[in-house]
């Protein structure tokens, strides 16, 4: 998952400005999974999550396409929940699958964090 | 309304055309009540009057989509399995659900079924109710209504309260199961619970009225107790001679009953059921039963491997009173 990132600073050897919007693509699906740890929640119930968390710069497009596709993997369940007012909500919910994903991604991402940390400290 | 998010759907499809069909169709199922759902939420917020002015025009979401796939890799093999043996189990459950129905008038099964959800409330707090009331200290025997403290008004008063409060909690979890997974696992947790010692009242109660709960209890005990065939009890002395009158105690001191006789005694005796009228039974009781040929009585017993009890101060056989005579006095329970 965050093998991407790596090959994106491999392959962009003259980036000099890191923009959030970039990293997020690597650990979106992390994050995604992150606020569905405790409880589950409807898209923009997650978008809004994920906006209070910090990542302010995450479009609904973003998450919708997230959740479709940790669904189609396998990570995800839904089901539907009539609104008092307005359209029903479709919510999502990590199946087993999803939390063991979340639990490796985790270890990856922390690894990862760590050492550019640490790389960070070095070059600092 | 809807023809705006079916317009904005459609053009955000058209901007992802060049994407192979089942991935567009994967990502795009979705997106008309995704988007009517985010436009009812930032409407309420006080976003912009247009799907457009919501979320940016139609090529800027559909550009948004495209940078999300692709990051995850296929599934793991189990989660893959598990997800295919779900949609199984799902469509055997509907074709079931098809073909079930209309053999009971109906549609489909889950249509019947879902008419017996408040019978189904109804009967969860009964159940409750018994579950608190055997779980109560103090609970007596199980019977048919919840009764705390013996008080049947209290038990009828729990009753209402739980089959009330099972309603209630029918009624909102319908409506709109809770979000919180903890909620819903503690929600499945109890019912389960429930419907376990519903099933197995139901059993006790089965049991009971077929009668085979009695006779099991005999059967039971049967091959423990190896009294079962005694009518009466004869006590021998040291010297091998019958004591007439002999009252038999147990450890702690408490009148034994053993023997045909003797238990009808309980019923058919002086004090025809009185309180103590254990302390009343002598044997041998039974006044027809006559005394067996004993000829094999060695005189003297020998001691136990573990030794004796040394016979404590009590009732004296010595006194010799007639089986016909009942003693007076009942000893203190304590030897």
Same mark, same amino acid.
């Given at each position: ?13 003259? $980036?000099?400005? $890191?923009?959030?919007?970039?990293? %997020?693509?690597? +650990? ?6 992150? $606020? ?67 639990? =490796? ?20 | ?20 069909? =089942? ?45 999300? %796939? ?51 409330? +109804? ?33 009828? %008063? ?82 091998? =001679? ?20 003797? =238990? ?72």
């Amino acid at each position: 998952m965050v093998a991407c990132c790596l090959q994106y600073f491999a392959s962009h050897t003259t $980036v000099l400005s $890191v923009d959030t919007t970039q990293l %997020l693509k690597g +650990v979106l699906d992390l994050a995604v999974l992150a $606020v569905l740890r405790e409880d589950d929640g409807y898209g923009y119930d997650i978008l809004r999550r994920l906006r209070t968390a910090g990542l302010t710069e995450i479009g609904d497009a973003s998450v919708y396409g997230t959740l479709r596709r940790l669904f189609a993997a396998g990570y995800l369940t839904t089901y539907v929940v009539p609104s008092e007012e307005g359209p029903h909500r479709k919510y999502y919910a990590l199946n087993p699958a999803g939390r063991t994903q979340l639990k =490796q991604g985790g270890d990856v991402w922390n690894g990862f964090a760590s050492t550019m940390n640490t790389l960070l400290r070095e070059s600092a | 309304m809807n023809v705006e998010i079916a317009q904005y759907a459609a053009q955000v499809g058209a901007a992802l055309s060049d994407l192979p069909e =089942q991935a567009r169709d994967d990502l795009l199922e979705d997106l008309p009540a995704h988007l009517a759902e985010v436009a009812a939420e930032v409407e309420a917020e006080g976003g912009g009057a247009t799907l457009t002015e919501r979320l940016g025009p139609p090529s800027a979401y559909a550009a948004e989509l495209r940078a999300t %796939l692709g990051h995850t890799g296929g599934p793991s093999r189990t989660a893959a399995w598990a997800g295919r043996a779900v949609s199984r189990a799902r469509t055997r459950w509907s074709v079931l659900d098809r073909r079930l129905g209309p053999l009971i008038g109906y549609e489909r099964l889950g249509e019947f079924l879902a008419l017996l959800r408040p019978a189904w409330w +109804v009967l969860r707090g009964w159940l409750a109710a018994m579950l608190v009331a055997q779980l109560w200290p103090d609970s007596g025997g199980i019977g048919l209504l919840p009764r705390f403290e013996g008080s049947t008004v209290l038990g009828l %008063l729990a009753l209402a309260g739980f089959v009330v409060g099972s309603i209630w909690l029918g009624r909102r979890t319908a409506a709109a199961p809770p979000a919180r997974r903890r909620t819903r696992l503690a929600l499945g947790v109890a019912t389960a619970v429930v419907v376990v010692f519903g099933v197995s009242l139901w059993v006790t109660a089965d049991d009971r009225l077929t009668g085979t709960y009695w006779h099991d209890v005999t059967q039971a005990s049967s091959p423990s107790s190896p009294y079962e065939q005694v009518a009466d009890i004869f006590v021998l002395g040291p010297d091998g =001679q019958i004591i007439p009158g002999a009252r038999l105690v147990d450890q702690g001191g408490n009148p034994i009953v053993l023997g045909y006789c003797a =238990q009808r005694f309980g019923w058919e005796g002086p004090s025809g059921g009185d309180r103590g009228w254990e302390w009343r039974v002598v044997y041998p009781s039974c006044p027809d039963v006559s005394a067996p040929a004993l000829p094999w009585v060695p005189a003297s017993p020998e001691a136990l491997p573990w030794g004796t009890l040394s016979p404590s101060a009590g009732p004296s056989p010595s006194a010799g009173p007639s089986a016909s005579t009942t003693p007076a006095a009942s000893p203190s329970a304590t030897p």
